[in-house]
């Protein structure tokens, strides 16, 4: 089962995203600042991480450019009412896949979900050639 990560911390958020992608079959948790989820990827593996841009303490920025140093490949989705030009380009440095804004409608973040998964299915596939040839 695919497992998704989300990174909130505006609890009636965090609950509208888990509810609307548990009825895609993910399996969802939800974590209300960075260093908790961070902490959890320790022990852990997700497919997927959803994190708002703006967050206490490490930003939803800072913890995609961690996830790119350790877990490279690992698929990130940004939540922000702040894309200025110059925090998406800082996003897609960091190896964001995509940069969602806030208010969002569910089925647009649904479908911005399976590409982002597909992507990074596509993306191993295309290393496990690679290695192969």
Do not use: N
């Not at 497919?47 to 350790?70: E, H, N, T, Y």
């Not at 380009?89 to 979900?113: I, N, S």
């Not at 982002?116 to 040839?133: C, M, N, P, T, Y």
């Amino acid at each position: 089962m695919t497992h998704i990560l989300i990174i909130e911390d505006e609890p009636s958020t965090a609950w509208a995203l888990a509810e609307g992608l548990s009825d895609d079959g993910f399996s969802i948790d939800t974590f209300s600042s960075a260093e908790e989820a961070w902490a959890w990827l320790q022990h852990d593996e997700c497919d997927l991480v959803i994190s708002d841009l703006r967050l206490p303490g490490m930003s939803g920025l800072d913890f995609a450019r961690k996830l790119g140093r350790s877990r490279r490949g690992l698929p990130v989705i940004i939540l922000t009412a702040y894309g200025s030009p110059e925090t998406l380009r800082a996003l897609a440095a960091a190896g964001v896949f995509e940069c969602f804004p806030k208010p969002f409608a569910m089925d647009a973040l649904r479908h911005a979900v399976h590409r982002s998964l597909q992507r990074a299915a596509d993306r191993r596939d295309v290393r496990s050639h690679r290695k192969a040839a």
